[in-house]
């Protein structure tokens, strides 16, 4: 028996492909508070307002490696 997960954004009730979905997180710089997690479409305009108002963060980790020819 195959599985099938369903993803609605949680912001406008959107179905949505696993490839589509934006995953918010907020993390509060008390530790004492609990950190919340929101799937939304990225069409949402609550989506587009918060990476319109929000910063660019790096990727963090190793750089790759970059071929030499």
Do not use: C, N
Not at 11 to 27: A, F, N, Q, Y
Not at 40 to 64: I, N, Y
Request: no cysteine.
């Amino acid at each position: 028996m195959s599985k099938k997960t369903i993803l609605v954004s949680d912001l406008s009730g959107k179905w949505m492909e696993s490839k589509e979905s934006v995953r918010i997180t907020v993390t509060y710089g008390d530790g004492a508070k609990p950190q919340y997690v929101v799937d939304a479409h990225p069409d949402d305009p609550e989506v587009k307002r918060l990476v319109k108002s929000g910063k660019k963060q790096a990727r963090r980790g190793r750089q790759p490696k970059t071929t030499t020819s």
